[in-house]
């Protein structure tokens, strides 16, 4: 599943001359993990394209949503509470939302505003393939909910 959203709307009915672009694209390289890549810019006009993909993802894949943001070049307050309330929903469905950072403005907003319990790692390298946390945290979503998850 792939989208985009074309920012055509500006402040006070202005065109947005900047064209800006959202893509979300959703892959799954296993049966319990899901990554939804973004690329270009999180803002209050491209927000409801990430939450419904979040949304989507919580409630029909695997244990694990991987949000991989290291192609967004910009990140607003509302894409960190966009992440905050896709990880309570994904906590309240026994699953985990993990947050692949990178680019300076996405770390900068996680750190300053982002909560403490929010899983972040530094590359998309780190959820792919054989990695011990990510046992460990199917293991423990596993034994707290045998039946969640698809």
Known sequence: MTDQFLNTGG????????????????????????ILSV??????TT??????????AIATTGRLVVVDLSGVT?????GIEALIDADDHAREHYRALCVVTGPRCVNRMVEVCGPNHLITVDTIDEVRGPNPWVSDLEGHLHARHPDAGC
Do not use: M, Y
């Not at 927000?47 to 989507?56: A, F, G, K, T, W």
């Open 47 to 56: 927000i409801d394209v990430l939450r419904e993909h979040l949304s989507c």
């Open 74 to 78: 910009f990140l607003s307050v509302s």
């Open 39 to 44: 690329t270009g810019e999180v803002d209050a």
């Open 11 to 34: 402040s006070a009915g202005e065109p947005n001359l900047r064209g800006t672009l959202l893509h979300v694209t959703r892959s799954r390289p296993s049966p319990s993990i899901v």
